[in-house]
């Protein structure tokens, strides 16, 4: 595959940081080397001694010494060495094995970062892209700047529809009209729907990109948050051509305040990635990545099985929860496709055609907070019947609380059509 291609004119005039390349050789340098080049602060002049932090499994972890001083000092940008091992052995373990040779990782500062970065990388103004709606607002944000041309697909109860793409992508490539280089696609628990694709859809949808010659951009920060007895097949895992751009995140499974993301993917893709990291904010906190790597050290493989068992599990609870609260209240005033995974119901009101004044005034009045299914379309100013529930942090008491007054305010609404 020529990854040049896929390079907006921009990117392809970016070019490595003088002073980041010397820094990674300072990292690289053997004992006994002297250091008269990178602007380095001296450790010695920093206030800290001593980190440490007890893990809910009643673990103590500490950071001194020398970890202590990498956890404070300058990194390379694709991030903390020994983090970046372990990351390796994840997706090897999760999506199977991986060519590093052919492949690298890049941590990031959340997941949001990387999808920004892959845009930037790719798109020019106007360029059209595939991206199944509803989406998550900040993603659709991400790519306003580039006014695309969005083709947008509808998904039903198990996401994307596969004969809706490879339709729009024939018709395209018949009468010679532009045709987009990436697929956007959150396919494990998607913010809003809590879907989760099958895996025969994934490999159709990966049929189709290398036919048509596209990037799939795989957002899956809920990959751990899926409730089925297997975890799905990852584009990642099937992914034969280096086309796929695989984007993950720590904040569902660590901590959201820690702002750990990584992009796994082609070199070429992820190292035209950096150079956004490098002109931008150098690297990603030192401290954060120490700390996930002194957690994932800690944990082992063992030890995040069961760290994820728990996750999915408290999640589960919570989504039954919301199903019951559904149930009991609403009844013919809603339906519903039960989440597979994710944090998140998406709910459609029967009988309205726009939830925008439901969500934004009746329900705040009655201080419950939703949010409404408009803001997840790439055009704002069109209707939506959906409305976003959030079951991630509410106490049960509040989940059955929050529908009955969604029950009250939809009754309200209805009566004043």
């Avoid at 999808?115 to 930037?120: D, I, K, R, S």
């Avoid at 070429?268 to 120490?290: A, D, W």
Wanted: aromatic share 10%; charged share 25%; with cysteine.
């Amino acid at each position: 595959m020529d990854s040049d291609y896929f390079f907006n004119k921009a990117t392809k005039q970016r070019k490595p940081s003088v002073l980041r390349e010397i820094a990674n050789k300072i990292f690289k340098m053997s004992k006994g080397s002297i250091n008269l080049a990178g602007g380095f602060p001296d450790v010695q002049t920093f206030p800290f001694q001593e980190f440490s932090f007890k893990l809910r499994t009643g673990e103590h972890v500490r950071l001194a010494d020398k970890e202590l001083a990498v956890a404070l000092q300058y990194l390379p940008t694709l991030g903390y060495g020994n983090l970046l091992t372990k990351l390796k052995e994840i997706q090897n373990r999760f999506h199977g094995p991986q060519d590093w040779n052919a492949k690298t990782i890049l941590i990031t500062c959340g997941a949001q970062q990387g999808l920004a970065y892959a845009f930037e990388m790719i798109l020019e103004r106007g360029d059209p892209v595939i991206i199944a709606e509803p989406a998550f607002e900040l993603v659709l944000n991400s790519l306003k700047p580039f006014e695309p041309e969005y083709i947008s697909i509808a998904q039903d109860s198990m996401g994307v529809i596969i004969e809706d793409i490879e339709n729009i992508l024939s018709t395209r490539r018949k009468h010679g009209w532009s045709m987009p280089k990436v697929i956007y696609i959150n396919p494990t628990g998607s913010n809003p729907t809590g879907i989760v694709m099958p895996n025969d859809r994934r490999r159709e949808l990966y049929r189709l990109a290398c036919e048509y010659n596209i990037i799939i951009l795989e957002d899956d920060p809920y990959f751990f948050l899926n409730f089925q007895k297997e975890n799905p097949i990852s584009f990642l895992s099937m992914d034969t051509e280096s086309r796929v751009i695989r984007v993950d995140s720590f904040s569902k499974i660590m901590s959201p305040g820690m702002r750990l993301g990584y992009v796994t993917g082609s070199t070429e893709f992820v190292l035209k990635m950096e150079m956004f990291v490098q002109n931008s904010i150098l690297h990603v906190s030192s401290l954060s990545q120490m700390v996930a790597y002194k957690l994932l050290t800690t944990w082992n493989d063992q030890g995040f099985d069961a760290h994820v068992a728990r996750i999915k599990e408290f999640y589960r609870q919570k989504r039954d929860c919301m199903m019951r609260a559904v149930a009991k209240h609403l009844g013919e005033l809603a339906e519903c496709c039960e989440p597979a995974g994710g944090m998140f119901l998406w709910l459609k009101i029967d009988g309205l055609q726009d939830t925008k004044r439901l969500v934004t005034e009746n329900c705040l009045e009655k201080h419950v907070i939703f949010a409404p299914g408009f803001s997840f379309g790439s055009d704002h100013q069109k209707p939506s019947q959906y409305v976003r529930v959030s079951y991630s942090v509410a106490s049960p008491e509040d989940i059955d609380r929050g529908i009955s007054l969604l029950a009250v305010a939809i009754r309200e609404e209805l009566l004043m059509r």
